[in-house]
């Protein structure tokens, strides 16, 4: 028993409905928001919280300008984790090998090609 074309359209057309709907709702759940094209205003990296910051984004270059300085070389920008889990996107840090896969008081997630800056909310 074939099934006709008009069928088969229609039951892969509810099929590619579906899964759109379950990802959607999916970030929208893990965005807190329905905007799941915006940055979402908190986020959780290495069993912490993070809030989003006033800061604007920034790049890549940015980052390391305004922050290597204080820095120098014993801290270097990371990937720690990612963000919706599992098939997020990257989230990271300064790290060093004293607090390598710790959490800092500023993650950034990559929205992009720019960094957006969260701070750490309250304590652990």
Same mark, same amino acid.
């Given at each position: ?35 799941? &094209? ?38 270097? &920008? ?47």
């Amino acid at each position: 028993m074939s099934l006709s074309h008009p069928r088969t359209s229609k039951i892969v057309a509810v099929s590619l409905v579906a899964v759109v709907a379950v990802a959607y709702l999916y970030f929208a759940s893990a965005f807190r928001s329905a905007n799941v &094209f915006a940055p979402p205003e908190r986020m959780t990296s290495l069993g912490r919280t993070y809030l989003i910051s006033n800061f604007p984004p920034l790049s890549r270059e940015e980052l390391e300008q305004r922050y290597s300085q204080g820095h120098g070389t014993s801290y270097t &920008f990371e990937r720690v984790s990612s963000f919706p889990i599992p098939l997020g996107l990257p989230v990271c840090q300064w790290q060093n090998d004293d607090i390598r896969g710790q959490a800092t008081s500023t993650a950034y997630l990559e929205w992009g090609d720019k960094y957006i800056s969260y701070q750490l909310s309250g304590a652990p």
